[in-house]
């Protein structure tokens, strides 16, 4: 079937602007994590979801990032007001319930630059 | 706060040899670890994983792990690499009795030679 998918997967922003980010998770996956990755870095947590629930949303640098998903399946993730230090790829993974048994499939990422 | 320390940025090595990529973790409490592997334009791809039990833990494509308590370490070995190994490989750990949010480390970057 198909994995975690999503879009863009480039995007170029000029700093003030806002972006929308999207991720369409694998079919029926009841938990959601977003993680940044900066350039040379491992993934750092942004933030994550149960079903519609946000559970955790600690890694979220400032209240600039808003994620969301509505209706449990797909999930978006906004920056308001870019700044170049939000210049990385944003990883969005799914996975069937939260649980250590549990794999967590990534999807290829977003790149993002803002110039 | 836990953290994991991945000693090599860049390991260069010639295709049928054997590899270890190193990570070490800190931390107060039990950890559960993990490895994954990420190829270029491509998400994380998990390796293999130490909840409990056997310290030996093989994973896909020929890997294994060994998780060493004492000496905080669950380093990742190949005993013959190939070309298609070439890729980012992450550590990475998360706290017993917390949440499930994992922390990576920063990433080795396995390049094989022909």
């Known amino acids: 079937g198909a994995g975690v998918s999503q879009s863009p997967r480039y995007k170029v922003a000029k700093r003030g602007q806002d972006v929308a980010l999207r991720c369409d998770p694998i079919?029926?996956?009841?938990?959601l994590f977003w993680y940044q990755q900066a350039l040379g870095q491992g993934p750092e947590f942004l933030t994550y979801?149960?079903?519609?629930?946000?559970?955790?949303k600690s890694g979220l640098p400032s209240d600039r990032f808003f994620a969301e998903r509505p209706e449990g399946s797909v999930s978006t993730l906004k920056i308001q007001r870019t700044q170049q230090e939000d210049s990385a790829v944003y990883l969005c993974?799914?996975?069937?319930?939260?649980?250590?048994?549990?794999?967590?499939?990534f999807g290829p990422g977003t790149r993002l630059l803002v110039l | 706060a836990q953290s994991v320390t991945q000693l090599d940025s860049q390991v260069p090595v010639f295709e049928e040899a054997p590899v270890e990529l190193r990570c070490n973790y800190s931390?107060?409490?039990?950890?559960?670890l993990f490895w994954y592997v990420q190829y270029p334009n491509q998400g994380l791809q998990l390796l293999l994983k130490?909840?409990?039990?056997?310290?030996l833990v093989k994973g896909i494509n020929g890997f294994e792990a060994e998780f060493n308590k004492s000496q905080t370490s669950f380093h990742l070995r190949k005993p013959s690499v190939h070309i298609s190994d070439t890729a980012e490989y992450f550590c990475?750990?998360?706290?017993?009795?917390?949440?499930?949010?994992?922390?990576f480390g920063r990433g080795t970057s396995l390049i094989v030679h022909p």
């Open positions: 079919s029926g996956h009841v938990s």
């Open positions: 130490y909840l409990s039990g056997s310290t």
């Open positions: 931390s107060s409490v039990s950890v559960y």
């Open positions: 979801f149960q079903n519609e629930a946000q559970l955790d």
């Open positions: 990475a750990v998360i706290l017993s009795g917390g949440s499930y949010i994992p922390t």
């Open positions: 993974a799914s996975s069937q319930r939260t649980s250590l048994e549990e794999t967590q499939y």
